[in-house]
């Protein structure tokens, strides 16, 4: 099993300044791993295929959906709606949210994603229902340009894995010796 560990600046980074690391041993330094806590959100996640029927997959992919006009209107209480909403989402559609943030005109889904999904049928959904769903709760704080869209109509998406050749290699490889009954 590999470990991916994924370091993402947090928005509200109060950290102490350190001006260096000190470094005694073969350690990660203290010092910088206190650095890290007070001014990253560290996601750790195992990588695993999933299996389904018939099927051992990783397909994960990076979405990125910003407001229409580049609005900024995303603040903390719509920023954790919309985090709900997509986890709701990608649960009906048996896919996983690995991680989700955002910024004040945009926001940045990593979803684990079934071979059987359409990944533009699901971006419509999930555009759609969060968009339906922000503007009639949020309605007194949207501009008026984000009254009959949320979103702008554009998004981007690109495929991201964990698997390197090297370990498709082994899998095929331990799947082989398996089958042949060693």
């Known amino acids: 099993m590999v470990l991916e560990i994924e370091i993402v600046p947090?928005?509200?980074a109060t950290a102490p300044q350190i001006s260096h690391f000190e470094k005694k041993?073969?350690?990660?330094?203290?010092?910088?791993?206190s650095y890290l806590y007070y001014t990253h959100s560290i996601i750790f996640s195992a990588m695993r295929p999933n299996k389904g029927y018939r099927t051992v997959y990783s397909?994960?992919?990076?979405?990125?959906l910003v407001?229409?006009?580049?609005?900024?209107?995303?603040d903390a209480a719509i920023l954790e709606r919309l985090h709900k909403i997509m986890l709701a989402i990608c649960d009906k559609w048996n896919c996983r949210l690995e991680s989700f943030n955002g910024d004040e005109n945009h926001v940045y889904l990593r979803i684990d994603f079934p071979p059987d999904v359409q990944l533009s049928?699901?971006?419509n959904n999930l555009k759609t229902v969060s968009s339906r769903l922000i503007r009639k709760e949020f309605k007194t704080?949207?501009?008026?340009?984000?009254?009959?869209?949320?979103?702008?109509?554009?998004y981007y998406i690109a495929s991201c894995g964990d698997m390197t050749?090297?370990?498709?290699?082994?899998?095929?490889e331990q799947e082989n010796s398996h089958s042949l009954g060693h």
């Open 10 to 12: 947090r928005q509200d």
């Open 25 to 33: 041993d073969n350690s990660i330094p203290l010092d910088f791993v």
């Open 59 to 64: 397909l994960k992919c990076h979405l990125v």
């Open 67 to 74: 407001t229409k006009d580049r609005c900024k209107i995303i």
């Open 121 to 123: 049928k699901l971006v």
């Open 141 to 154: 704080c949207l501009d008026a340009s984000c009254q009959t869209a949320f979103w702008h109509g554009t």
């Open 165 to 172: 050749v090297e370990q498709l290699k082994e899998y095929v």
